[in-house]
C-alpha cells in the first residue's frame, strides 16, 4: 500500500506559495508532496476559477479563441505549439483537433479537473489560461492566452464551463501505469512478429500491443532487428540537431495521460541548455531533458503505402517520453531523406549494452 499522503490546507498551500512566488508550479508541488491541481484549487476564488473538464463544450467553443499557446507535457519533455484549434471533433474516448499548428489527441476519460487561471507577471500583466488535470491531478493539457487570443472569447468559454461549486480543495486518487495485464498471458516473439509483419497502418500498432498484452518497450526488445533496432542515448539530440535548418519536415509527438500533441514541419533552431535539448522556433518550442533518456529505438513499422520509421526515446522507468517521424502524406511513401537521417544516427554501442 503507498504510503499515505498528509492533507494540506488550502491556506497553508497559499501561505507557502507566497514564500516561493518565483518557483515551478510543478516544482513547488512537486517539494510539497501534493498535486499541481491541488496548488491550483486552493487558488479558487483568489485567481483560479474551477472548471467542468467538458472537453465536447471545451472544444466547440476553442476556436473562437483565436490565438493561443498550447502546452503538453510529461516528466522528461514539454511540447508548446502556438495557433489555433480547427478541425475539432469530439468523441467520447477519443477526440482530435486537426490545424494546421494546433494538431492533438485527446482521451476525455482522463480530463478529472479543470480551471481558468489568471496570474500577474513582475511587470503586472495578466496571464491567462486553462489548465486541464487527470485524476491523480497531473497537468493533462495547458492553454494560455497570448496578445492575439480574443478575451472576450476567453471569458465566455469561462463562464461556459464554470462548475457550480467553486471548492478550494480537490479529492485525487493514485493511478495504475501499467501497459500491461498482469494476470494474463504476453504473446510470444513469434506471435508479435506474425501481427508486426500484418501491419497496414501505424493507428494499428497500439491496438496490437493491447491485444498481445504486450507494453511497447517490450515489444521493442522482443521484435527482430528488422524492425526495430537500439540507438545510442544522443541519438534523439542528434536527430534534432541535425535535422535543424536542412528544410526536412519532421513530426514530434509527446504525450500526457489525456493528450498527445503534435509539431509536423521543419524545424531551425535546436540549443542545448545544460541537460535540456531545445528547439526554440516561432510558434514551436521543445524542451526534451536529454540526460533523462535511458534507450532510443528505431522502430519500423509497415503500412500500405512502404514502411513508416520513428525514433523513440524512454526514460529508465520504461515509459515512452517523445517520438519522432518523417512528416508524409497519406498515400505517399516516407521521404528518403527521413530514413537516410535515422540510419545515419549513432547506434548502441552492443559490446556495453547491459
Known sequence: MPEARQKILPEEIRRLRALHPEMRERDFARIQKISEAELVAAFVGAGSVRLRPDVEAFLAAAPALGEVMCLTRNEHAVHEKIGVFEKTRFGQHASIVLGEEI?????????ASAYAVEKSDKEGAVRRSLQFFDAAGT???KVHCQPATNLDAYQALVETLRADEQLQTLEIRELDDSEVNTA???ASAAQLREA????TDTHQF???LKRLNLSRHQALKTIDRDYAWPLAANAASAMLERAAGSGLPIMAFVG???????????????????????VMDETFHLHLRADQIEEVWA?????????VTSIEAFGADNKLIIQFFGQRQEGVDERAAWRTLIEGLPQLDQSTAA
Request: glycine share 10%.
Open 184 to 186: 494474463a498471458a504476453q
Open 206 to 208: 497500439f491496438p496490437m
Open 196 to 199: 508486426w509483419q500484418g501491419l
Open 103 to 111: 494538431d492533438l489527441r485527446i482521451f476525455p476519460t482522463h480530463w
Open 139 to 141: 497537468a493533462v493539457h
Open 299 to 307: 522502430v519500423r513499422k509497415p503500412t500500405a503505402d512502404g514502411h
Open 256 to 278: 500526457s495521460r489525456g493528450c498527445i500533441q503534435i509539431h509536423s514541419g521543419p524545424i531551425e533552431k535546436v540549443q542545448a541548455m545544460g541537460p535540456w535539448i531545445n
